[in-house]
């Protein structure tokens, strides 16, 4: 039987680093829902973020962001004269779409 | 200015519970490594799994599993008269290869 030969992984297989480094931001918890926030809902202060991404704590969703900022996936962006402060992604944030379109389709088939 | 109107989510926004529920397997640590392996080799032994996804404690791995079997995403063949453990995706497991495909392409792009 096929299935009895001890199968082994190619000698030189090892998974991509670039691979392990996208899921170590996208799987961090609530990291692909603020990206999906973003995404639909495009810019937005951080009052209007928390309300969309609302199990999320403040503090937490403070630390995240800043995160995602340090990867270069979204922007602060701040405006002279005024207070307002508004989270955007930038487009290598932006580029993630396609990720966030392939985990609705399989979620909506799979999750029905 | 554009830029300073006071945004807001659509009154009705809230993020997909289908995408959460996705996100919180994905993105649990370790889970999309098991299965970008699974999709690349085919069944696995444990201790072959366990040398591919090889910074996972075997302690979490077996945690792992178990939540991924649970969830229909993996299956745990046994054979009769053979002590042979094999680990194999679902068709739904299966099915998650475009999003590591999307995955990919994005992290090559980013993490050049």
Known sequence: MDVLKD??????FHLCPKFEKTFSILGKKWNGLIIETLLN???LRFKNLSKA???????VLVE????LEAEGIIIRNTFPDSSLIQYELTTKGAELAPIMNS??????????
Chains 1, 2 share one sequence.
């Open 53 to 59: 991404v609302n199990h999320c704590s403040d503090r």
């Open 7 to 12: 199968e082994q992984c190619a000698p030189d």
């Open 103 to 112: 985990v609705h389709t399989w979620a909506d088939k799979w999750f029905a």
């Open 64 to 67: 995240r962001l800043k995160e």
């Open 41 to 43: 809902e495009g810019p």
